[in-house]
Structure formats: C-alpha cells, structure tokens
Nanobody
Framework: QVQPVESGGGLVQAGRSLRLSCAAS????????MGWFRQAPGKQRELVAS???????NYVDSVKGRFTISRDNAKNTVYLQMDSLKPEDTAVYHC????????WGQGTQVIVSS
C-alpha cells in the first residue's frame, strides 16, 4: 500500500526555519501533483502548498513568502522549506497526492514556540 513518509519536524523558536521531507512511491510521485497539508489541534486539515509535475506551485495566503515547496523527481521526494516560522504554524504536517489522495502517513510534528 502506498503511503508517504514525512520527516524533518521538530521544536523551534519563532523566526527560525525547518525543512520537511516527504518520500513517496516512485510511480505515484512521478505522475502526481504533490501537496503539503497541516492539521493543528482542534482544526481541520488544510492544504498549505502544492507542486505540479511541471513545477508550478501554489500556496495558501498565510504561508506565502515564507514557505517554499520543491520536488526532486530523481529521489521521489518533495520538500517544504519553512522560514520565518510563527507559533500559528504549529501543526502536524503531512504530504499527499492531489487531487485524489493515497493513504495518509504518520506526518511530522512542527512546534513553534514564541
């Protein structure tokens, strides 16, 4: 069963940076738009960034200018570079295919302290 594997989360102070990684199945990865999602406690999961196979990207307004999504097709990996982190970025971050999803992975926890 295809399931992405996320890593790179942690506890950081506001203003610092983290880079998340997501390893995915080769076949699925190569033909799919990939997205990074996050779910904060008590809130619904939201899509924060996506990257098409062409490299075209989209971001939710709250992370524009701070987060950068990228993909390495040779490594079947998608990244999320998160700069100028804010406490409101605290969440569990997941990656998945778009528009239809494969099984959700465990995610990686990001905690931003003020």
């Amino acid at each position: 069963q295809v399931q992405p594997v996320e890593s790179g989360g942690g506890l950081v102070q506001a203003g610092r940076s983290l880079r998340l990684s997501c390893a995915a199945s080769g076949i699925i990865f190569r033909i799919s738009t990939m997205g990074w999602f996050r779910q904060a406690p008590g809130k619904q999961r939201e899509l924060v960034a996506s990257i098409a196979t062409s490299g075209s990207t989209n971001y939710v307004d709250s992370v524009k200018g701070r987060f950068t999504i990228s993909r390495d097709n040779a490594k079947n990996t998608v990244y999320l570079q998160m700069d100028s982190l804010k406490p409101e970025d605290t969440a569990v971050y997941h990656c998945n295919t778009l528009p239809r999803h494969v099984s959700w992975g465990q995610g990686t926890q990001v905690i931003v302290s003020s």
